[in-house]
């Protein structure tokens, strides 16, 4: 059997975002609106040189069926992130956040600070740099995707929800009213009237759980998730 031999994953990034690309401009959605929204997708924030990258692969893929030679890096094979060590440490490191709060100048800060300190490696300078936090982000496997709204349906329409509701809650209901304080209006003010109570029995004070509830991302338009 011959060995297959399988694309790196910043080549698979670019297939991918050309075919996102791609779709939006089937559905009739401009160039430049097509590469704000893959910008989007794809960065933190609105990334405009990113944007402006998105047409080019676009354009020279359709030409000549493949993608244009990667010219960024330099590293000739020496980056850090080679280290299978670096690897471990760095997936670990995402791994362990709650989801939803990673975030580019966080890991940019980690590794500086914590990861590589940890395996003896003495940086220059200021270390690395944000964006190759944000380049290792997508190497290692993670992505930056748009927050999508979704609706939940609780099913409380259903027959036997239904059949609960008229034939168990509501009479347990009718029945501890009876125990409860009632709250009378009178005028502009309302009046505490309590309970008369049997010998034996206790006040019933009912507590209500709002039905509302919010996620932890509930302000966020991006997050970083793993693939």
């Excluded at 939803?100 to 590589?116: D, M, R, S, W």
Aim: with cysteine; glycine share 6%.
């Amino acid at each position: 059997m011959a060995h297959k031999q399988h694309a790196p994953l910043s080549c698979i990034n670019q297939f991918l975002i050309l075919r996102n690309f791609a779709t939006l401009l089937i559905k009739g959605i401009g160039c430049i609106i097509a590469s704000q929204e893959i910008a989007w997708q794809w960065q933190d924030g609105e990334g405009v040189h990113f944007a402006h990258q998105v047409c080019f692969p676009a354009c020279y893929y359709q030409l000549f069926k493949h993608l244009p030679a990667s010219t960024q890096g330099g590293d000739h094979g020496h980056s850090l992130l080679n280290d299978k060590q670096v690897q471990s440490s760095a997936r670990t490191y995402l791994l362990d956040l709650p989801v939803g709060e990673v975030t580019t100048a966080l890991f940019y800060h980690a590794l500086n600070k914590q990861i590589l300190l940890s395996l003896s490696y003495q940086l220059r300078g200021t270390g690395l740099s944000l964006c190759t936090a944000w380049r290792w982000l997508y190497k290692l496997g993670w992505q930056h995707t748009k927050l999508r709204k979704g609706v939940y349906m609780d099913g409380h329409e259903r027959p036997d929800v239904m059949e609960y509701h008229n034939k168990v809650f509501l009479p347990l209901m009718a029945s501890l009213e009876r125990r409860m304080v009632q709250w009378v209006s009178e005028g502009s003010e309302l009046v505490c009237i309590d309970p008369d109570l049997a010998p034996g029995e206790k006040r019933v004070i009912a507590v209500f759980q709002d039905e509302s509830s919010f996620h932890v991302n509930e302000f966020k338009r991006t997050i970083w998730c793993v693939q």
